[in-house]
């Protein structure tokens, strides 16, 4: 039987930044940086040490794989990649027994799959923090990756509060790094500007979503078919693939709508600030959302930062979310039960 790591506090899930505040996504975001500088050094602290992470994939991934388990084990952790057809998830065995079955034996669990009612079934009946590694909604840990890029790279003289977000591309109902990013800027109170098609705009009520808690946070949304006047002003352009997984029979009309004038070229980027920097979640389309030559531009993109900051959120999230829930016994508790326990096997193995 396996002894709990957990304390008695309960477990916080992150499931959406729209449900964060100010204050919490920018302490992440610190302890992300402080991490990434201890890492810089070969130095991070094993914050989580003996801790498991249980990973359910339902979709391929190579940057949230990497990120998640790479993080886990710098601090100390360990992390189990289930990828489908290897768990009884939803098919053979109802969500709600997986997750309390994994709660009972991890510290916590990452899930990316296209549904986002799963993520919030799992976190509905999990013990343990669960952490949205991307749904067909929104994408957090992406999110938070473009936002610490972001800081890093504010035209001089900016402050965060300043910075002016543009994205172009499909904000409708596949509009994954669209709805993410205005999570993002509601939490925060940023200007963002959506640039769609109409046909693959940001429906009514994502947008009175959005509006409400910009209400509240100063934040402005702005949304236009006009690309070429919404680039105009961006300190930062995030475009998103046109077309999807399981939608390959959408391939020529999405092109149609999009092509050319939403393509992120040095065209576009150039109507933008000499300062204006290029993202993109990755996996990219090269030469069709995004050209090889914005996206390999040695000053004006920073989508390979971008990618590397995967990493250094996911540590910073961790930590966050799954230091203060395990336990950390004194040092004289653990030599009693070292003690106890080879004193037991000692005298009863008899081989």
């Not at 959005?210 to 105009?232: N, P, Y």
């Not at 709508?257 to 109507?271: I, K, R, T, W």
């Not at 004289?332 to 106890?340: C, P, V």
Request: some cysteine; hydrophobic content about 40%.
């Amino acid at each position: 039987m396996k002894l709990s790591h957990h304390t008695h506090a309960s477990a916080r899930h992150f499931l959406d930044n729209y449900d964060l505040s100010k204050e919490e996504i920018l302490n992440i975001l610190e302890v992300s940086q402080l991490l990434k500088q201890a890492a810089s050094q070969n130095a991070v602290p094993k914050l989580l040490d003996g801790a498991s992470l249980a990973m359910i994939f339902e979709e391929p991934s190579t940057r949230t794989r990497i990120s998640f388990e790479t993080a886990m084990t710098e601090l100390g952790g360990h992390a189990l990649y289930l990828k489908p057809g290897e768990i009884h998830f939803g098919s053979h065995e109802a969500i709600q027994d997986t997750a309390k079955v994994i709660s009972s034996m991890c510290d916590g669990i990452m899930i990316r799959t296209e549904d986002h009612e799963t993520v919030l079934q799992v976190a509905k009946y999990s013990s343990v923090p669960v952490f949205n590694a991307m749904t067909y909604y929104i994408h957090p840990t992406q999110g938070l990756a473009d936002l610490l890029t972001m800081i890093e790279h504010m035209p001089e003289g900016k402050k965060l509060d300043d910075l002016k977000i543009v994205f172009i591309g499909d904000s409708g109902e596949n509009g994954i790094m669209a709805h993410e990013h205005a999570h993002l800027c509601a939490s925060l109170g940023l200007d963002y500007t959506i640039a769609s098609p109409k046909k693959y705009s940001m429906s009514p009520e994502e947008i009175q979503k959005i509006e409400a808690k910009m209400q509240e946070t100063g934040g402005h949304l702005t949304i236009t078919e006009d690309v070429f006047e919404a680039v105009r002003h961006a300190d930062f352009i995030v475009p998103d693939v046109w077309y999807y997984y399981g939608y390959e029979d959408e391939t020529e009309e999405r092109l149609a709508a999009f092509s050319p004038d939403y393509q992120l070229n040095m065209g576009l980027l150039e109507l933008a600030p000499d300062t204006c920097k290029a993202l993109h979640c990755l996996p990219a389309n090269r030469d069709v959302e995004i050209t090889s030559e914005v996206l390999d531009h040695p000053t004006r993109s920073l989508v390979f930062q971008e990618a590397e900051n995967r990493l250094h959120i996911q540590r910073g999230l961790l930590a966050w979310f799954l230091y203060p829930l395990l336990k950390r016994p004194a040092n004289l508790t653990k030599q009693q039960f070292d003690s106890s326990i080879r004193t037991f096997l000692d005298e009863n193995l008899n081989y």
